[in-house]
């Protein structure tokens, strides 16, 4: 993985930033203040303060017009090649899926049969 995808994937790990993404990828670009309204389990500046990590990790834009301050999902940045991580280790498993088989199918992996064996 790239430096920015791990700045990506720490970014994600917080329920909250990914709240903030979920609803930037929703509605499009806001303000902390829409955001914040949006994100009830914190306050504007718990907001503010995930939003700067979100940016510093690649995965928001932050554009400002005047006083106001806009975010929004960074699409060519680190959103992408998260995505792009995510989707191979996904078609990788789907692949392994096809030519690997489950052990409780195979029958071994019964917890009934742990029990009379131990």
């Keep these: 993985m790239e430096p920015n995808?791990?700045?990506a994937f720490d970014a994600l790990s917080d329920r909250v930033r990914r709240r903030i993404l979920s609803v930037l990828?929703?509605?499009g670009e806001l303000t902390v203040g829409d955001l914040a309204a949006q994100v009830d389990?914190?306050?504007r500046t718990t907001v503010s303060s995930h939003l700067r990590v979100l940016r510093t990790s690649g995965l928001v834009h932050e554009r400002r017009e005047g006083r106001h301050r806009y975010y929004s999902l960074d699409l060519d940045g680190a959103v992408r090649d998260a995505f792009v991580?995510?989707?191979s280790i996904l078609g990788q498993a789907v692949d392994d899926v096809g030519t690997?088989?489950?052990a409780a199918v195979e029958g071994g992996d019964d917890p009934a049969d742990r029990r009379r064996i131990g």
């Design 5 to 7: 995808e791990n700045l």
């Design 25 to 27: 990828g929703e509605q």
């Design 41 to 43: 389990a914190v306050g």
């Design 85 to 87: 991580y995510l989707q």
């Design 100 to 102: 690997v088989r489950p």
